[in-house]
């Protein structure tokens, strides 16, 4: 019985050519780690640097306010939270924070009203536009030690130029520099002069950046100015708004040039009777005139968690208004198409 020989028509097997595969493997295995790693490379610089000058110092903060820590001598008695519930208990560090506080209010709140309306103003078609935006600019230049100064003078009680023209309508004259609420409005005036216009040139540049075509097509349709600045101009620039938000109330939070140089006379860090001595002022004093620094290290760390707490409030509120905002526009398409497919049905067939 014979035995037919089918013809072998397997493909033959391909040549390895030795180190061809090993060099293209080399190429597309670095090719993907470049791919990988790259992003994190370039970025790495700013997290080395915040973890020296920022998430290190605040680490050690922490460490040092659980401690009796002493200016000379350094680290002292291991207290615990000791330290954070003596200072919640004191009497003159909420003072200090309701003086903060009242600073705050009076000079953020204005000054973002104000910022805000120069920065439309100056969105407009003026002439000689860059010497009015340079000009807003001119007090953030001017140093704080010169500003303290010449508010200081302004607002003295004895020959102060704001009591004296008081004095022509009747007025008598006020303690700007020993009662609470004058003091903490002079202060206020101080911070909104710096700061005003370095904001409204920030809004701006945001301002700037929204579509003309935008404008010019409300404007057709009949929307004057000031419904055009609410319904389009300040929707379009909520995300600068928001940063410059942040970036005020931290500012604000901080407050310690213009408090400590309004009143450098006095004994007291903050005024004699501490009627304007912000948290920071009373940080400062705790530390370097009581030598005490694991207390001010809690105040800084109670301050800290105070500032991410007013942040934390600003994000979840500018995402509760932008999500409302989303839904009354989908509202609102919704409605403009339910309207047209109406319109379109009771339109006669052909």
């Known amino acids: 019985?014979?035995?037919?020989?089918?013809?072998?028509?397997?493909?033959?097997?391909?040549?390895?050519?030795?180190?061809?595969?090993?060099?293209?493997?080399?190429?597309?295995?670095?090719?993907?780690?470049?791919?990988?790693?790259?992003?994190?490379?370039?970025?790495?610089?700013?997290?080395?640097?915040?973890?020296?000058?920022?998430?290190?110092?605040?680490?050690?903060?922490?460490?040092?306010?659980?401690?009796?820590?002493?200016?000379l001598s350094?680290?002292?008695?291991?207290?615990?939270?000791?330290?954070?519930?003596?200072?919640?208990?004191?009497?003159?560090f909420w003072n200090s924070l309701f003086n903060t506080m009242s600073i705050f209010l009076l000079s953020s709140i204005p000054q973002l009203v104000v910022a805000t309306a120069i920065a439309a103003i100056l969105d407009q078609n003026?002439?000689?536009?860059?010497?009015?935006?340079?000009?807003?600019?001119?007090?953030?230049?001017?140093?704080?030690?010169?500003?303290?100064?010449?508010?200081?003078?302004?607002?003295?009680?004895?020959?102060?130029l704001v009591n004296h023209l008081l004095s022509f309508v009747g007025v008598d004259p006020i303690g700007w520099k020993t009662d609470v609420l004058p003091s903490h409005l002079a202060i206020a005036g101080m911070v909104n002069w710096r700061w005003t216009g370095y904001n409204a040139l920030i809004l701006l540049a945001a301002m700037q950046s929204v579509p003309?075509?935008?404008?010019?097509?409300?404007?057709?349709?009949?929307?004057?100015?000031?419904?055009?600045?609410?319904?389009?101009?300040?929707?379009?620039?909520?995300?600068?708004?928001?940063?410059?938000?942040?970036?005020?109330?931290?500012?604000?939070?901080?407050?310690?040039?213009?408090?400590?140089?309004?009143?450098?006379?006095?004994?007291?860090?903050?005024?004699?009777?501490?009627?304007?001595?912000?948290?920071?002022?009373?940080?400062w004093e705790m530390a370097f005139q009581r030598q005490n620094f694991g207390k001010a290290s809690a105040v800084a760390f109670i301050l800290f968690i105070i500032i991410v707490a007013f942040g934390l409030l600003n994000f979840l509120i500018s995402q509760r208004i932008a999500t409302t905002d989303s839904r009354s526009e989908s509202k609102r398409a919704k409605r403009q198409l339910s309207r047209t497919l109406r319109n379109g049905a009771k339109e006669p067939r052909a």
């Open 1 to 71: 019985m014979t035995r037919t020989l089918e013809p072998d028509t397997s493909a033959p097997a391909p040549v390895k050519r030795p180190g061809r595969a090993s060099a293209l493997t080399y190429k597309h295995r670095l090719s993907r780690m470049d791919v990988k790693l790259s992003p994190y490379l370039y970025i790495s610089p700013f997290f080395v640097l915040f973890g020296l000058v920022g998430l290190f110092p605040l680490v050690y903060t922490f460490v040092v306010s659980l401690n009796n820590w002493n200016l």
């Open 74 to 92: 350094g680290p002292g008695e291991w207290v615990g939270f000791d330290n954070y519930s003596a200072e919640l208990a004191d009497p003159l």
């Open 126 to 160: 003026l002439r000689a536009k860059t010497f009015w935006r340079m000009s807003v600019l001119i007090p953030y230049v001017v140093t704080p030690v010169a500003v303290a100064l010449i508010f200081s003078s302004m607002f003295s009680e004895q020959s102060g």
């Open 212 to 283: 003309r075509d935008i404008h010019e097509s409300a404007a057709l349709d009949g929307a004057g100015f000031v419904r055009r600045f609410f319904s389009i101009t300040l929707p379009s620039i909520r995300p600068t708004m928001i940063f410059v938000i942040i970036t005020a109330t931290i500012g604000g939070l901080q407050i310690f040039t213009e408090p400590r140089l309004y009143d450098a006379t006095s004994s007291t860090a903050g005024g004699a009777h501490r009627q304007f001595q912000t948290t920071v002022l009373y940080l």
